[in-house]
C-alpha cells in the first residue's frame, strides 16, 4: 500500500463520523439551533455604559473663541478626544464610514456672527449610531458643553435650551438608535465563539475520554487530517447558527442587512475558522472534557468584555484595548456592524478582516504543533 | 506458514511512566507467520510494549522494526499494515456496527468500501444487525467487532491485545480457528491474553513480568525450562490436605481442580517425601501428574521476575 500525505478519504472518514455523532447527540444539536434564539431575544434589550474619549473630528468653518473653547471643552471632557479639527467635509465622512471618528462636529460658515446676533446658528453633530450606546452618552454631554462654551464667551442670548445655538443631530447607520440592531451583530460573534469554540474543543477530548482516540491514533489517519475532519463539519454547525440568527434577527427585530450578504458570509467563515481551530488547540491540551469546556469559559468571558461586545471598545483602559486586538470577536464585530448596519463591502472591512485571517494562520500552526502523535 | 522474515524485532525496549520502568529492555523477535502468544500478569507491560511496537507510544530506550520500519520514525508505515485490535473497546459506541466499519473502511482507503464492508459483516454474522449502535452489544460481540475492524484491511501483522477477555467459549474458539486460518496466508500475530488454553494455540510464548520478559519459548519448553515437578492427589478430605501441605517444605503450589488436587514442586524428591507425609492416614492416593502451564505461569507471578529467562530457543 502506497502511503499517501493527504487522503480525502481519510478525511471524509472523520468528517462523516463528526457529522453522524453530532446529529445522534440530539440535545447537542437542539441546543445549537436553540440557544441563538433565546439569547437573541434576551440580549434584545442591550447593557448601558458610559464610553469615554470618543474619536471626534470637528470641520470648523469658523474658527472665533465659541468655537476655540467649544473645542478646547470637548478636549478636556472625559467623552471625546478630537482626532482632527481641520478636516474637510468628505474627510469626516470617510473617517465615520470606516469607524475611525464616532462623532463629526460641523460648524458653519459665519457661525461667531450669528450666534452674536442671536440668530441661531446651527451646529451639524453627526454620530455612528451602529453602537447607540456609545453615542447616546456622547450627544447628551456635547449639548450640555455647547451651553458653557457660550456662557463662558458672554455671547448669545445664553438661553438654557441650547444656548442661542440649534443642534442638529444625525444618527449615522441606525437612525433610530435602536439597541436590537447594534446587538444582532454582537450575539451573532458571541454566540459563534461560544458555541463553535465548545463543540470542537470537546471533539478530541471525547475521542481521549471514551478511550476511541487509541484505535483512531493506530490508524493511518495524520494530525492534519484528522483536525481537518473534525474542523470543517463544525464550520458547517457554525453556519447553520449564523442562518437560525440572521432569519431570527430580521423576523423578531427587522434588523437589515445594508451591505452585501457574500461579504458577511466571507467575514463570518474566516471567523467561524479561526474559533473552531481555537476549540481544536483547546482539545489538545486540555486532558478531558471538563477541562476543554473550562478553557472555552476561560477564554469566552475575555471575549465578550473586550470586545466591544459588552462594553464599548472605546470606553476602556488601553492594556483593555490590547487585548481586546487579539480576540477574534473584536475583529469580526466591527467588520459586521460596518457590513450589517453602514452598509460596507468587503473592500471596506478589509482592515478588520486581516487580522482574523493572521489570528487563524497562528492558531492553526499550534493547533498541529501541539496534536498529541503519541498516547504518551 | 512461518518463514524466516522477522517481522517484529526490538532491542531494549524500554518505556518509563514519570521515572517508573514499565518496560525494561525488552527483546523480541516475530517472524512472518507465527502466532505468538504475550502473557504476564496484570500490569506487566504488555499493552505498552505493543503500543510501542505499532507506534502508539514513543519508546525511552531501544530500538526496534516493525515490518521493516522503524517504529521510532516510521510509525504512520507501520500502520498501514497492522491491525490493532486495544484491550478496551475503543470503536465508537455511538455508530452503528456498519458505520464503524465505513469509517474504518475510508481510513484504510478500502475499495469498493462497500465490499469489504459487506464481507467483514457477512464473516461476523452481524449482517442483519448492521444498524444496531455498537454501544448496544454485548462485550463478546463488541469484541467480535473490534476484530473484524482490525483485519477488514488484511493488515501483514495483528496486534491484539486481550482479543477474548469475556467471549464464550465456543466464539473464542471460532476466534482462535480464525487466527490460525489467517496465520496460515501469511499473517502474524502477536497475541496477549491471560487464558492459558490460548497460549496452548499459540506457537510460542512470550512471559513478562515486571516490564522484563522471564521466559519464552513453545509450551513444552517453557514447562520444562521451569523444572517443576507436579503430584495428583485424589480421594480424602483434599481441602484439608491442601492447606497442611502448603507449610510443608518442597511444596510451591497447592491447587484443587474438582476432584484433582495439583500439588507442584521444584524438587522431586522433597514433593514426593512430602506429600507422602501429608496423605498418610487420609485416605487418599498419590501419582506423578503432569505439570501444566498455568502452575509454570504462577510459579513465575509468585517469582515476580526473579526466575532467568531460560525459556526455549533464543529469539
Ligand atoms: N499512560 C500511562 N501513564 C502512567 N502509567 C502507565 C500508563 N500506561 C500504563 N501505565 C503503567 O504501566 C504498567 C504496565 O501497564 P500495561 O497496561 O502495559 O500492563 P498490561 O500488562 O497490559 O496489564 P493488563 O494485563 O492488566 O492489561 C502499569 O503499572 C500501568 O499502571
Ligand atoms: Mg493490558
Known amino acids: ?61 469658523d474658527a472665533g473663541p465659541v468655537t476655540r473653547s467649544l473645542m478646547a471643552a470637548m478636549d478636556t471632557s472625559d467623552y471625546f478626544a478630537i482626532a482632527d479639527r481641520a478636516v474637510d467635509e468628505p474627510t469626516a465622512e470617510r473617517l465615520i464610514a470606516r469607524g475611525e471618528a464616532a462623532f463629526i462636529v460641523t460648524i458653519p460658515d459665519h457661525f461667531e456672527r450669528d450666534l452674536v446676533r442671536g440668530e441661531r446658528p446651527q451646529i451639524l453633530v453627526q454620530a455612528d449610531a451602529t453602537d447607540p450606546a456609545a453615542t447616546s452618552g456622547g450627544l447628551n454631554a456635547l449639548t450640555t458643553l455647547i451651553e458653557r462654551a457660550i456662557a463662558r464667551n458672554g455671547t448669545g442670548s445664553g438661553t438654557p435650551d441650547g444656548g442661542g445655538v440649534e443642534l442638529v443631530l444625525h444618527r449615522l447607520y441606525n437612525p433610530e438608535g435602536i439597541t436590537a440592531h447594534n446587538i444582532v451583530p454582537g450575539l451573532l460573534g458571541t454566540i459563534l465563539t461560544m458555541t463553535t469554540i465548545l463543540m470542537t474543543g470537546l471533539a478530541l477530548t471525547r475521542e481521549v475520554e471514551r478511550g476511541t482516540i487509541e484505535n483512531l491514533m493506530a490508524t493511518p489517519a495524520r494530525p492534519h487530517e484528522i483536525m481537518l475532519g473534525k474542523i470543517v463539519p463544525y464550520i458547517g454547525f457554525g453556519f447553520l447558527q449564523v442562518a437560525v440568527i440572521l432569519i431570527a434577527a430580521a423576523l423578531l427585530f427587522a434588523v437589515p442587512l445594508e451591505g452585501p450578504l457574500l461579504a458577511l458570509l466571507t467575514v463570518t467563515l474566516i471567523f467561524i475558522a479561526a474559533n473552531v481551530t481555537l476549540g481544536y488547540t483547546f482539545s489538545t491540551i486540555a486532558r478531558n472534557q471538563m477541562q476543554a469546556m473550562q478553557m472555552t469559559f476561560f477564554f469566552f468571558l475575555p471575549s465578550i468584555l473586550l470586545s466591544g461586545f459588552m462594553f464599548p471598545y472605546r470606553g476602556m483602559p488601553g492594556w483593555a484595548q490590547a487585548l481586546g486586538e487579539v480576540i477574534p470577536l473584536t475583529h469580526f464585530l466591527r467588520a459586521v456592524r460596518a457590513i450589517m448596519l453602514k452598509g460596507s463591502g468587503m473592500v471596506e472591512v478589509i482592515p478588520h478582516v486581516w487580522p482574523l485571517a493572521v489570528i487563524l494562520a497562528l492558531i492553526s500552526v499550534v493547533a498541529l504543533a501541539r496534536y498529541r502523535r503519541t498516547l504518551d | 506458514m512461518v518463514n524466516g522474515e522477522p517481522i517484529i524485532d526490538i532491542r531494549g525496549l524500554t518505556k ?9 529492555a525488552i527483546d523480541m523477535t516475530v517472524r512472518q507467520g507465527e502466532i505468538v502468544g504475550f502473557l504476564g500478569p496484570n500490569g506487566s507491560g504488555k499493552t505498552t510494549t505493543i503500543r510501542m511496537i505499532c507506534g ?163 509450551v513444552p519448553e517453557v514447562v520444562a525450562a521451569s523444572g517443576l515437578h507436579t503430584i495428583i492427589i485424589r480421594g480424602g478430605d483434599q481441602a484439608t490436605i491442601a492447606r497442611r501441605l502448603r507449610d510443608r517444605a518442597g511444596i510451591e503450589q497447592a491447587a484443587i481442580f474438582g476432584n484433582d488436587l495439583h500439588v507442584v514442586g521444584a524438587d522431586p524428591v522433597v514433593l514426593e517425601t512430602s506429600v507422602a507425609a501429608t496423605i498418610a492416614g487420609t485416605g487418599a492416593t498419590a501419582e506423578t501428574g503432569e505439570t501444566i502451564l498455568e502452575d509454570v505461569f504462577i510459579r513465575l507471578m509468585n517469582d515476580g521476575g526473579a526466575a532467568p529467562d531460560n525459556g526455549g530457543q533464543p529469539t
Not at chain 1, 440535545?27 to 469615554?52: K, S
Not at chain 2, 469489504?116 to 452481524?126: I, K, S
Open chain 2, 56 to 218: 502508539l507510544l514513543r519508546p525511552d530506550g531501544g530500538t526496534g522494526t516493525c515490518l521493516g520500519y522503524d517504529i521510532a520514525r516510521e510509525s504512520h508505515l507501520i500502520k498501514l499494515n497492522v491491525g490493532y485490535m486495544t484491550q478496551r473497546f475503543s470503536l465508537y459506541e455511538d455508530l452503528t456496527i456498519r458505520e464503524n466499519l465505513d469509517f474504518v473502511g475510508r481510513l484504510y482507503e478500502l475499495e469498493p468500501r462497500a465490499d469489504f464492508v459487506d464481507a467483514a459483516l457477512d464473516r461476523l454474522g452481524l449482517t442483519g444487525r448492521q444498524h444496531q449502535l455498537a454501544g448496544t452489544l454485548s462485550g463478546g460481540w463488541k469484541q467480535r467487532l473490534a476484530l473484524a475492524a482490525s483485519v477488514m484491511h488484511r493488515p501483514k501483522l495483528l496486534l491484539l491485545d486481550e482479543p477474548t477477555a469475556g467471549v464464550d467459549p465456543k466464539a473464542r474458539r471460532e476466534f482462535w480457528d480464525e487466527i490460525h486460518d489467517l496465520a496460515g496466508e501469511g499473517l502474524t500475530v502477536l497475541v496477549s491474553t491471560h487464558y492459558m488454553d490460548e497460549a496452548e494455540r499459540c506457537h510460542r510464548i512470550v512471559y513478562i513480568s515486571y516490564g522484563t520478559i522471564v521466559a519464552r519459548g513453545t
Open chain 2, 16 to 24: 518509563r511512566f514519570s521515572g517508573r520502568t514499565v518496560v525494561d
Open chain 1, 1 to 61: 500500500m502506497r502511503y499517501r500525505r493527504f487522503s480525502g478519504s481519510r478525511i471524509t472518514a472523520v468528517m462523516a463520523k463528526e457529522v453522524i455523532q453530532m446529529r445522534r447527540d440530539h440535545l447537542t444539536f437542539a441546543m445549537i439551533i436553540g440557544v441563538p434564539i433565546l439569547q437573541l431575544i434576551l440580549f434584545g434589550y442591550a447593557i448601558n455604559t458610559d464610553p469615554r474619549q470618543l474619536p471626534t473630528v470637528v470641520v470648523a468653518a
